[in-house]
C-alpha cells in the first residue's frame, strides 16, 4: 500500500505570493490533518478534514486554509505568504478521525519564503 | 528505504510505574530525532536528540540517544494517568530535508 504522498516537495515562493500545497492520504483513509514544522515552534497543527468537512482547526490565521476532496485528498493553502511562513509542511492520514487512530506521516513539503 | 520503528506498538500500565519506550531507526544523514505525545490531534514536541549519550530530561520524562546502535528511549517515571497518550518518534534528514515518523506507542495508563 503507497503511503501518504505531498507534491511539491520543494516550493520558493516570495512574499505576498500564495501558494497550494498537495497530499494524497493512504488509500482508504478518510482523516488528513495538516502540521506546520518550524526549528524553534516544532510540530504545530494547522486543521483535520474529514469526509470532505474541516473538523478541528489549530490557531493559524485565516491566510491558511484547506479543503478536502471526494477521494481523501486534501489540499492547502496560503494566501499573502509572509516569511515566517517558511517551515516544512506535513500532512498526516488516519482511517477514522478520533484520537486514538494511528497517523501516518508524508515526507513533507518545504516551502521557503523570500 | 529509511525507515523508523517504535516498539511496543501498545502498552497499558498502572498509574506509577516506569514505562520506556523505544524507537530504533535505519536512515542515512541522520540529523535529528524528535520525540513527541499526541494526546488529541496536535503531536507536543518533548525532546530533540543530536548526540549520543546525553540525556535530555523533562519532569517525569527522559530520552537518550544512541547513534551507534542507532535507537532512542522515551523513559516515563511514577507514570499519571494524563501520560496516557500516542508518543511518536521522529528523524530528520539532512537528505532531501525529510521527516519520517514512526508509527507510535500507544501508552494507557490505568488508575
Not at chain 1, 55 to 74: A, C, D, L, T
Not at chain 2, 40 to 57: D, N, R, V, Y
Amino acid at each position: 500500500k503507497a503511503g501518504v504522498t505531498q507534491t511539491p516537495r520543494y516550493l520558493i515562493k516570495t512574499r505576498g505570493q500564495q501558494v497550494t500545497l498537495s497530499c494524497s492520504p493512504i488509500s482508504g483513509h478518510r482523516s488528513v490533518s495538516w502540521y506546520q514544522q518550524t526549528p524553534g515552534q516544532g510540530l504545530q497543527f494547522l486543521f483535520e478534514y474529514f469526509s470532505e468537512t474541516q473538523r478541528n482547526k489549530g490557531n493559524f490565521p485565516g491566510r491558511f486554509s484547506g479543503r478536502q476532496f471526494s477521494n481523501s485528498r486534501s489540499e492547502m493553502n496560503v494566501s499573502t505568504l509572509e516569511l515566517g511562513d517558511s517551515a516544512l509542511y506535513l500532512c498526516a492520514s488516519s482511517l477514522w478521525t478520533t484520537s486514538t487512530d494511528t497517523q501516518y506521516f508524508g515526507p513533507g513539503t518545504r516551502l521557503t519564503v523570500l | 528505504e529509511d525507515k523508523v520503528v517504535q516498539s511496543p506498538l501498545s502498552l497499558v500500565v498502572h498509574e506509577g510505574d516506569t514505562v520506556t519506550l523505544n524507537c530504533s531507526y535505519e536512515v542515512t544523514n541522520f540529523r535529528s530525532l524528535l520525540w513527541y505525545k499526541q494526546e488529541k490531534k496536535a503531536p507536543t514536541f518533548l525532546f530533540m536528540l543530536t548526540s549520543s549519550g546525553i540525556e535530555k530530561k523533562s519532569g517525569r520524562l527522559s530520552s537518550i540517544l544512541d547513534k551507534k546502535e542507532l535507537f532512542s528511549i522515551l523513559n516515563i517515571t511514577a507514570t499519571q494517568t494524563g501520560d496516557s497518550a500516542i508518543y511518536l518518534c521522529a528523524v530528520e534528514l539532512n537528505r532531501d530535508d525529510k521527516i519520517i515518523f514512526g508509527k507510535g506507542t500507544r501508552l494507557h495508563i490505568l488508575p
